[in-house]
């Protein structure tokens, strides 16, 4: 049996399904790979069981020989410890942006290659196209389902060698293609959660790893307003899972994360989604990846994300020639930008690349480093 051109990546849902399907449609010669990713905790949370039998049930109604293979050490290594490591610090990580650079296009494109491959195939929303002699991701058509902001980790080198089959497609024309191929995943729900650990309770298994630590929510100026079971649970702009009642001397507006002390184990909390304690204009980031190897310019405007599903914004790029590290400030102010999370740049619908965020100008970061608002 000759090797396959493609391996497809089918992680049991509609989107690698259909995938796995308009690449078998259109002739190439192709095999699927389940990666098992997370070892099974007993929770009895992980989906991993189920959804390997949906990629078997896919993999045999098209046609397709399905190879398994267990990257769960890798996983652990490569993603999950920087995730706890990263919680522990007072952060807020994107695994899932770790995860694409470090499994999917890491181990997953080295075990399609092992298995005689030059492509493999995902059922990610994003394009790629290449431009004098230069790979570029590109947004998907459909903006509501774009996952180019996971992606931005990606070079020339995983580009040159990734499909994106669904790249051009609505989700409901990816619906619609299931169901008239009569693929068992047509109505499946789309994952959510963590990347590979899947839906559950974020408190209770974050609590597995790091164990709750009560202390003190307090006002910016001080006022004591509650108790919280630790502070790496909690983001920046969380409302959720505060259990503030009421409190005298405050009106009943609702309470959000504006902050918080990882030294001193306090939450800081402020009213109101638009509370000026949770805006800035102005961020530092770690050293930027870029996708075409080099950045553009030393300095440049572009529109940035500093969350999936943000509406782009914006901003005037600087880099430091020395560390790579970029100065970024928005033509307007930004809601909760917050640490360790992603910024990603775009050209339109080309994405640049991006960086893990280090700081802001938000009134409490300043107050952190002593610098005057």
Not at 216 to 223: A, K, L, S, V
Not at 260 to 274: P, R, T
Not at 313 to 320: F, W
Request: hydrophobic letters at 40%.
């Amino acid at each position: 049996m000759s090797a396959p051109e493609v391996i497809v990546g089918m992680s049991g849902g509609v989107d690698s399904s259909v995938a796995a399907l308009l690449l078998r449609d259109s002739g190439v010669s192709l095999a699927g790979l389940f990666m098992q990713n997370w070892a099974d905790d007993g929770s009895g949370d992980c989906r991993a069981e189920d959804d390997r039998r949906d990629a078997v049930a896919v993999s045999g109604r098209l046609g397709l020989p399905i190879h398994f293979r267990d990257f769960s050490g890798e996983y652990w290594a490569g993603v999950f410890e920087h995730f706890i490591a990263e919680y522990a610090a007072g952060r807020t990580p994107n695994p899932d942006v770790l995860c694409n650079r470090e499994i999917k296009f890491k181990h997953f494109l080295d075990a399609a290659r092992d298995l005689g491959a030059a492509k493999i195939a995902t059922g990610h929303y994003a394009r790629v196209d290449a431009v004098d002699g230069r790979w570029r991701l590109l947004r998907a058509r459909d903006r509501n389902k774009d996952q180019s902001y996971f992606l931005h980790q990606l070079g020339q080198a995983q580009l040159a060698a990734t499909l994106f089959p669904l790249g051009e497609l609505p989700k409901t024309d990816v619906r619609d293609l299931a169901r008239a191929a009569g693929l068992p995943t047509a109505e499946k729900k789309d994952s959510t959660g963590i990347c590979f650990i899947g839906e559950r309770d974020f408190r209770s298994f974050l609590g597995q790893y790091l164990p709750a630590r009560e202390g003190e929510m307090r006002t910016p100026d001080g006022h004591r307003v509650g108790t919280h079971p630790g502070v790496f649970y909690f983001t920046l702009g969380q409302r959720e899972g505060l259990q503030i009642g009421g409190v005298r001397g405050f009106d009943a507006a609702p309470w959000y994360v504006v902050g918080k002390d990882v030294g001193d184990n306090v939450l800081y909390v402020a009213q109101g989604a638009d509370t000026p304690w949770l805006q800035s204009t102005w961020l530092r980031s770690e050293p930027a990846h870029w996708i075409a190897g080099d950045p553009p310019a030393p300095r440049f405007r572009c529109t940035a994300q500093t969350r999936y599903r943000q509406h782009e914004e914006s901003c005037e790029v600087t880099i430091d020639a020395n560390t790579g590290q970029l100065d970024v400030r928005f033509d307007r102010p930004q809601r909760a930008v917050t640490p360790g999370q992603s910024l990603v740049l775009y050209d339109g619908d080309v994405c640049l690349g991006g960086a893990v965020i280090a700081a802001t100008d938000a009134p409490l970061e300043l107050r952190a480093r002593g610098v005057a608002a």
